[in-house]
């Protein structure tokens, strides 16, 4: 297939290059080199390059910054994603997008699936479901793909923060009342290669499996790693941040799983695996 990558310098990004390179020719592209924000350019290119299917790993990420920058928040995530969904329909191509467990209120004592009530309580939330309602209303081939707490070998990410506040830290202060569930890029690209093959068209929580707190998750990442620093446990009012947190966004793999599809593994596992790559 000819695929074309938005967002291909990003922490996903830089691992969807990895995994489907040898299967597939790629088209990669950055915000410099498609804006995905401006229409006119975005429908363009990708008619003018006509791929057999496009993957949205393009946004604005920074969840406090979105709430300072509202404007950038629903240009990149919301009018970015419609246009992209317009070029695809022009080209009769399918969309996959990338969205978030943010898009959920966090208020559940189960974990969310796909058909839940959504209810976003941030900015971020707000401008990515509606980035998924343009998709909905365009197109009838697309693959949205929500996931959580994502970390990989390219860019920022809790794990990398934890270990580098850990050597000048002899202790560090965690969230313990926000659960989710850690989602290694590399994981989650893998499972995308495999959705790619079908269609099997629709809306797919997809995370490794599992869940925990943040102050769990870093617990685990210092045992694993084996550093010693004290974490101490705080409720996210304490820890005050401009942007408000789903406190529950555990994604059950609902439809994945009813597609055939194999679980992806345990959280532990995986944040072993990249512990070894990082350290």
Known sequence: MKILITGSNGMLGYDLKEVLNDAHELILT???????????????????????????????????????????????????????????????????????????????????????????????????LKGEEAILEILDKYFIIRTAWLYGINGKNFPKTMLELAKDHSEITV????????????????AISELIETDFYGIYHLTNSGSCSWCEFSRYIFEVADVDVKVIPVTASEFARPAPRPSYSVLENKNWIEKGFKPLRSYKEAIKEYIELIK
């Not at 943010?102 to 990515?128: A, H, L, M, Q, T």
């Not at 969230?175 to 893998?190: C, F, I, M, S």
Request: hydrophobic share 30%; aromatic share 8%; proline share 4%.
């Open 30 to 128: 950055t915000s410099k080199t498609l804006d995905i924000t401006d229409k006119e350019h975005t429908i363009d290119f990708i008619l003018d390059n006509e791929p057999d299917l496009v993957i949205n790993s393009a946004a604005y990420t920074n969840v406090d910054g979105c709430e300072e920058n509202q404007d950038i928040a629903y240009a990149v995530n919301s009018e970015g994603v419609k246009n992209l969904a317009i070029a695809c329909k022009e080209l009769d191509c399918p969309l996959v997008h990338i969205s978030t467990d943010y898009i959920f209120n966090g208020k559940n004592d189960r974990p969310w699936i796909e058909d839940d009530e959504i209810g976003p309580i941030s900015v971020y939330g707000k401008s990515k």
């Open 175 to 190: 969230v313990y009342d926000e659960v989710g569930t850690p989602t290694y890029t590399l994981d989650l690209v893998k």
